[in-house]
């Protein structure tokens, strides 16, 4: 009888041990959940990111303005006939 009660709560340690702390344990799931949420979260920032890309080249490629207002701010050309004015504060 005591050989089955050790028997026993020794496969029950066991168990537990694998539940609590092995390889595929509670805390490798519940890190495995923290990891899925923050990567949920940079691909929701980076499918915004992808959206305004997008966007941006459907513009590029249907408007000349875009491609102007492009080369104005980025590039500081100016057109011929137009007088540039730099405000230094």
Known sequence: MKRLF?????LIAVL???VWLGDNSVRTLNALKNEITLQADTNLVLNERNRELEI???DLKTGVESIEERARSELGMIEKGETF???VE
């Open 6 to 10: 050790f028997l026993f709560a020794s």
């Open 16 to 18: 537990q041990f694998q």
């Open 56 to 58: 941006e080249i459907v």
């Open 85 to 87: 004015f730099l405000i």
